[in-house]
């Protein structure tokens, strides 16, 4: 039930997980948070890379966990939550919207900085976690350093409140290499690997 409330785009565990494909992955922090004690601790995660890393892979493989161990979970993109908050104002259902993102346990927020956020996305982005500072954990997902923040929120001083909400009690997760999708499709081109 809990799993099917969350919304996952699609179920990935670290069974599926080639650890040897990145340069650098902080395995043991991935294999704490899989344990889930983060959430005990109202901690928050942040998973920062380039593309095709398995950033989102791993997000939704920790929130699988996080169901199995009967934490109310909520996956969600930056950009789609941006936009339903948005779009709950024009109805009156802000206050229902935002309860929506800040009363599970556990939410994922999928790639952050792909598309920059206007004023209002900025300030609706805020609003969630600082809320959540006190009621649950964030996993987040992001391409940008955290000095590219600025750019991405278009105002430094809401960039740097967001971070250091987030960093104040998270751990960053940091993946380096090349992108596995690339490698997926240079193998299929090469006959190597099964076209799944
Ligand atoms: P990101 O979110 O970092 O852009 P994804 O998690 O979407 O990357 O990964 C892209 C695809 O490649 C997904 O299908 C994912 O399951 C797969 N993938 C990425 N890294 C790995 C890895 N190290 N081992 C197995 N599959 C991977
Ligand atoms: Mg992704």
């Keep these: 039930r809990l799993i099917k409330a969350a919304h996952f785009p699609s179920i990935k565990t670290v069974d599926t997980f080639d650890w040897a494909h990145p340069t650098s992955i ?4 991935v294999l704490n948070a899989l344990r889930c004690d983060f959430v005990e601790q109202r901690g928050h995660l942040i998973f920062l890379g380039p593309g095709g890393l ?6 939704q493989a920790i929130g699988y966990a996080a169901c199995q161990r009967e934490i109310r979970t909520l996956w969600t993109t930056a950009a ?9 104002i024009s109805d009156h259902s802000l206050d229902r919207a935002l309860r929506k993102y800040c009363s599970p346990r556990l ?6 900085g792909y598309l920059p956020l206007d004023q209002q996305g900025r300030d609706l982005f805020f609003q969630v976690i600082s809320k959540r500072s006190e009621t649950g954990s964030v996993i987040l997902t992001t391409n940008k350093v955290f ?3 600025g750019e991405v929120f278009q ?5 740097t409140a967001i971070a250091e909400r987030l960093i104040e009690n998270g751990e960053l997760i940091k993946i380096e290499g090349p992108s596995y999708r690339v490698r997926k499709r240079k193998q ?9």
């Design 26 to 29: 902080p395995k043991h922090l």
């Design 54 to 59: 398995g950033k989102t892979h791993l997000a």
């Design 80 to 88: 789609d939550m941006i936009n339903r908050l948005v779009a709950s």
């Design 107 to 112: 939410l994922c927020i999928d790639e952050l």
């Design 147 to 149: 000095k590219k923040w």
């Design 155 to 159: 105002d430094n001083a809401v960039a």
């Design 188 to 196: 299929q081109e090469l006959g190597l690997a099964g076209s799944e």
